[in-house]
């Protein structure tokens, strides 16, 4: 079956613009994460959705960022007032249950790049 | 605070030999552990993983040890393939939490 999906591939913005990144999780999966990967950086935690379940937004840098998962499935990040720092490859997973050693499968990401 | 450490920012190992990566980390509360792979321009792949319960998993060719005492584990291909040539990153996780923390990353590449 399709694997988890991500778009764009690329984004290209100018500081201070809104960015929006879209990920497709394995149909059926309850479980979505958000993580991003800065330059020389492992994968860093941005924020968790489990069912109907209150997200956990710990991972969050800042107020700037913000997702949301609509009817279980399709999730959106949203980035307000892009920094250069925000600068990363971004990496949606979903999994089948959400517990600790259920395997996340990941999309191939995308690269924000801001100018 | 860097939790899961991958000290060894790339390998080269020659085809055939053994392919050893290392990562040690510092949260107590760990006691799941994964191995992720990654190849350019995709997503990190599941490896193999480890529960604290155990000392060694076996898939194939590859085996991950866990030291509980020392909070370092190491991964071993053997024997290893041109197509092992890929970035290799070390997760950890605890049971009730269910975000995964990363380490940065070996890049291996295996040289024919």
């Known amino acids: 079956g399709a694997g988890v999906s991500q778009s764009p591939s690329n984004k290209v913005t100018e500081k201070g613009k809104d960015v929006e990144l879209r990920c497709d999780p394995i149909?059926?999966?309850?479980?979505l994460y958000w993580y991003r990967q800065s330059l020389g950086q492992g994968l860093e935690f941005l924020i968790y959705?489990?069912?109907?379940?209150?997200?956990?937004k710990s991972g969050l840098p800042s107020d700037r960022f913000s997702a949301e998962r609509t009817g279980g499935s399709v999730s959106t990040l949203t980035i307000q007032r892009t920094q250069q720092e925000d600068s990363a490859v971004y990496l949606c997973?979903?999994?089948?249950?959400?517990?600790?050693?259920?395997?996340?499968?990941f999309g191939p990401g995308t690269r924000l790049t801001v100018l | 605070d860097q939790q899961v450490k991958q000290n060894s920012p790339s390998l080269s190992v020659q085809e055939g030999r053994i392919s050893i990566l290392n990562c040690d980390y510092t949260n107590s509360m760990f006691d799941y552990f994964l191995w992720y792979k990654k190849y350019p321009a995709e997503g990190p792949t599941f490896l193999i993983s480890i529960s604290s319960i155990k000392d060694k998993n076996e898939d194939g060719r590859f085996t991950v040890f866990l030291n509980k005492s020392a909070k370092h584990l190491s991964l071993h291909i053997v024997p290893s393939q041109p197509g092992d040539s890929a970035v290799y990153f070390c997760a950890a996780t605890f049971f009730g939490n269910e975000k995964l923390t990363f380490g940065t990353g070996t890049r291996l590449t295996i040289i024919p």
């Open positions: 959705f489990q069912g109907n379940s209150a997200p956990d």
């Open positions: 149909s059926g999966h309850t479980a």
């Open positions: 997973a979903s999994s089948l249950t959400g517990v600790a050693t259920d395997t996340q499968y």
